[in-house]
């Protein structure tokens, strides 16, 4: 039985039963069945063949960088040293600072522009083969080595193009000028040469490149801008020498003018639309006389929209080529597999025909599911970015709380404001984790958004559009009575308490009928249970939605007062107001630049006119009217005072300041010899 059965089989032609390994080949893959109307390049991405620009990464690093040195170098001689050994060659070189992060004042575009360029080089060299463009070709063991050492190299590299504005030298602003220049061109030459790349996408790499070009061609632009005004003479020396002088001229101004009082009948009368209005434009961002967002904040808001555009368009191409590939290389043998599954729906699905209405099905269901991810990227990007203008918004309110003294307006138990090592180390993470915030936060929206938009659209629109019952609305059809009982017994608990265990007052209302109230509360105990199983279900998709949403707001915590500290981002954001409250208030600012003013000699010459603050005005001449002198001396006490009184961490200095006999307007003038 066995050798006939085998010599059966042997004897039977394998043509009748079995197709040839071509047959095979083309039958179940799908590449080979597509469709004549797509082009197989645009299908294809790994059919581009490589390209080598004319000016390569490995050349273009090997020129620029020994240039990039060569500057820091030269505009070290620029600067002098301020402690070790002034001196020896008379102070010079001294450590070449990239920005003044502290201050108001200052080229914030541009600190802003190179930290973009530096954080999209970084999305370009966590992706790629070769991150540091010096070594090219590396293994696979030695990439990671490789990856660590460019997260150094790449802020080395980029460094003069911030530095050259710190120095604010005629010099410094021609290199700056070469340096971006330089930059400029090569970047766009090297994408106008190779546009197409088969990495991910083919217009990927160019893509990702364009926050970089945008951020160059800036600072083309500006650097040449600055030249110009050094030329012209437009720069004030006295901001040269105090920086951020004229932003704290402006915040006493805006903080001693006298505002008009608001009555409260406006908000009595505010009708709802208003209150719409006002609630959608606390989520803009607009700029107030008197009040200049500080530049660590700009950085990160700047780096966050940044990861925004990067992580959004790495989503786009990484999946949407994709499902266009698997949609356009559907075949008619995988529609049978699907409809066998019962995925698909079919007239007769135990006896295929001619699956043409299946095939379009399957197509539409990926059309569909190439639209709910697109809409959910969208979604995503929007909402994120408009938590990120609500952060600024945040910022600047929690900041003037806090220079007002309004410490509990912000956090809720009693901060010293002054600085602390964690304090030190979380404000120069600020920007960093805002950035990477912004990043997590935009991949956990776009997965709960599309897994909800893809269970919207197959569990309710696809279902009403083709007449058939999807299986939620098989299960709401089997089980509605017990949806109608859980529906009638909320109903009833309401009615019941609203009617008949309240008792209602002028002035209060109190419970009443009590045993009623204890038997429907022992007989609704499973009922409510099940209700609360419902209101758990809805309580997980409401916090899944709000703390995805608001997780790259780090002025707000996701988790409850009694244990926010351990909410990392927050905490961060905590510390970093405490460093820019305790050394960059403006009043404080302004109030030290009044003590350490010196007096000026007598005559046109030595007077001026930015010496005088609105609201804080001292005497500097000799022979002035001693009423006028003490009159002027009695406000400048009085300001003293009410600086004091709204910044209580300053009263620890005032030993130190009260030791100067020229402080707070005591001595006016200057003293004879």
Same mark, same amino acid.
């Given at each position: 039985?066995?050798?006939?059965? %085998?010599?059966?089989m042997?004897d ?12 095979? @080949? ?52 620029l ?7 002034q ?13 003044? +992060? ?10 802003? /522009? ?37 997260? &150094?190299?790449?802020p ?11 120095? $604010?030298?005629?010099a ?45 061609? +800036? ?7 600055? &030249?110009?005004? %050094? ?20 915040y ?15 908000k ?5 639309l ?6 959608l434009?606390?989520?803009?961002? @607009?700029?107030?006389?008197g009040? $200049?967002?500080?530049?660590k ?9 940044i ?6 368009l ?44 299946? *095939? ?15 809409c ?13 203008? #609500? ?22 138990k ?6 602390s ?8 993470? +600020?920007?960093? +984790?805002?950035?990477a ?14 897994i ?13 559009? %083709? ?14 009575p ?9 109903i @009833? ?8 265990? &309240? ?5 209060r209302?109190?419970?009443?009928? $009590? ?9 609704l105990?499973?009922?409510n ?27 707000i915590?996701?988790?409850? #007062? ?8 927050y ?27 010196l /007096? ?17 005005q ?13 009159f002027?001396?009695?406000? @400048? ?7 004091? &009184? ?21 001595? *006016? ?5």
């Amino acid at each position: 039985m066995a050798a006939n059965s %085998s010599g059966g089989m042997q004897d039977a032609p394998l043509d009748s039963s079995f197709a040839s390994t071509d047959d095979l @080949a083309s039958d179940w893959y799908i590449y080979e069945t597509m469709e004549p109307a797509v082009p197989q390049d645009d299908m294809f991405p790994s059919v581009i063949p490589d390209c080598d620009p004319t000016i390569s990464p490995r050349l273009y690093h090997i020129c620029m960088a020994p240039i990039s040195l060569a500057v820091l170098l030269g505009l070290s001689l620029l600067v002098k040293r301020r402690r070790l050994h002034q001196s020896c060659w008379n102070g010079v070189p001294g450590l070449l600072s990239p920005a003044n +992060f502290l201050e108001e004042e200052g080229n914030r575009g541009l600190v802003a /522009a190179v930290f973009g360029i530096l954080f999209s080089s970084l999305c370009v060299l966590v992706l790629d083969t070769d991150p540091l463009p010096l070594i090219t070709h590396s293994s696979q063991s030695t990439r990671e080595y490789w990856k660590i050492l460019a997260l &150094l190299y790449y802020p080395a590299f980029y460094y003069p193009l911030m530095a050259c504005a710190t120095i $604010r030298h005629r010099a410094s602003y021609l290199m700056g000028c070469l340096l971006s220049w330089c930059h400029c061109v090569v970047h766009i030459w090297q994408k106008v040469d190779c546009p197409q790349s088969p990495k991910i996408y083919r217009y990927y790499s160019t893509l990702s490149y364009i926050p970089i070009i945008l951020c160059l061609v +800036f600072l083309s632009l500006w650097y040449p801008a600055l &030249l110009i005004k %050094s030329f012209t003479g437009q720069e004030e020396t006295l901001d040269k020498e105090v920086p951020g002088r004229g932003y704290y001229k402006q915040y006493l101004k805006a903080v001693l003018s006298k505002r008009p009082q608001k009555g409260s009948s406006a908000k009595l009368e505010e009708s709802l639309l208003s209150r719409v209005q006002t609630y959608l434009r606390s989520y803009i961002y @607009a700029p107030e006389e008197g009040f $200049r967002i500080p530049l660590k904040l700009v950085l990160s808001i700047t780096t966050a929209m940044i990861a925004v555009y990067q992580v959004a368009l790495l989503l786009l191409v990484a999946v949407i080529p994709t499902i266009q590939i698997i949609r356009a290389g559907m075949t008619k043998d995988i529609v049978v597999l699907l409809v066998q599954f019962g995925l698909v729906p079919s007239e007769s699905p135990a006896a295929p025909g001619d699956m043409e209405k299946e *095939l379009r099905t399957v197509k539409y269901y990926l059309w569909s599911l190439e639209v709910c991810y697109i809409c959910s990227l969208v979604l995503c990007c929007l909402l994120t970015c408009a938590m990120l203008l #609500r952060t600024l918004v945040m910022h600047r309110s929690n900041l003037k709380a806090l220079y007002q003294g309004a410490v509990l307006d912000v956090f809720y138990k009693a901060h010293i404001l002054r600085p602390s090592r964690q304090a030190v180390v979380c404000w120069m993470s +600020f920007a960093s +984790f805002q950035t990477a915030f912004a990043c997590l936060g935009l991949l956990i929206q776009q997965v709960i958004f599309f897994i909800c938009s893809v269970g919207f659209t197959f569990l309710f629109i696809i279902p009403l559009q %083709s007449g058939t019952n999807s299986y939620l609305f098989r299960i709401i059809q089997n089980m509605w009575p017990f949806w109608l009982t859980l529906v009638v017994a909320v109903i @009833a608990q309401n009615l019941a308490a609203h009617y008949q265990f &309240l008792e209602q007052h002028p002035l209060r209302k109190e419970l009443t009928n $009590r045993r009623a109230l204890y038997i429907a509360t022992y007989l609704l105990f499973p009922i409510n249970v099940l209700v609360g199983v419902l209101a758990g279900l809805w309580r997980m998709l409401i916090s899944g939605l709000y703390n995805s949403i608001h997780f790259c707001q780090l002025d707000i915590s996701l988790l409850n #007062r009694g244990v926010e500290t351990f909410d990392p981002g927050y905490h961060t954001y905590c510390h970093y107001l405490k460093i820019e409250v305790s050394q960059s208030h403006p009043v404080m600012k302004a109030f030290c630049l009044l003590l350490l003013q010196l /007096a000026r000699p007598e005559g046109p010459s030595g007077l001026q006119p930015s010496n005088v603050e609105e609201g804080i005005q001292l005497m500097q001449h000799k022979q002035a009217p001693p009423s006028r002198a003490r009159f002027k001396q009695s406000r @400048a006490r009085w300001w003293l005072a009410y600086t004091l &009184l709204n910044n209580p961490s300053l009263t620890a200095c005032r030993k130190t300041a009260l030791c100067d006999p020229t402080a707070n307007g005591t001595q *006016l003038s200057t003293p004879e010899p």
